[in-house]
Nanobody
Framework: QVQLVESGGGLVQAGASLRLSCAAS????????LGWFRQAPGKEREFVAS????????NYADSVKGRFTIFRENSENKVYLQMNSLKPEDTAVYSC????????????????WGQGTQVTVSS
């Protein structure tokens, strides 16, 4: 059983940066692939970024490619999402998730989820 707790969300202006953190406990952190997803009001949850166990392979949604960076520190049991050049359309609740599966872009593939952290970007 893995517990995930996100932090780092907030209210920022367009063009600003935020770094989200996700701390894991209760499991073998380094054996999980990790993902960040987001859900805006009235919309379905969508894939944002993922990172493989070793940290060597990352994937991004087209909408955030070049602006967001996912990275992990296995020694600290943490995964991060560095978000630069934020846009109002990035406003959502951001959640981290863990899986031993391969389909990184599918929410259903993930076994464990955090409670989410709100990111609001004003224009």
């Amino acid at each position: 059983q893995v517990q995930l707790v996100e932090s780092g969300g907030g209210l920022v202006q367009a063009g600003a940066s935020l770094r989200l953190s996700c701390a894991a406990s209760g499991g073998s952190f380094s054996t999980y692939n990790l993902g960040w997803f987001r859900q805006a009001p009235g919309k379905e949850r969508e894939f944002v970024a993922s990172i493989k166990r070793s940290g060597g392979i990352t994937n991004y949604a087209d909408s955030v490619k070049g602006r967001f960076t996912i990275f992990r520190e296995n020694s600290e049991n943490k995964v991060y999402l560095q978000m630069n050049s934020l846009k109002p359309e990035d406003t959502a609740v951001y959640s981290c998730a863990a899986t031993r599966g391969s389909y990184y872009y599918l929410p259903g593939e993930y076994d464990y989820w955090g409670q989410g952290t709100q990111v609001t970007v004003s224009s």
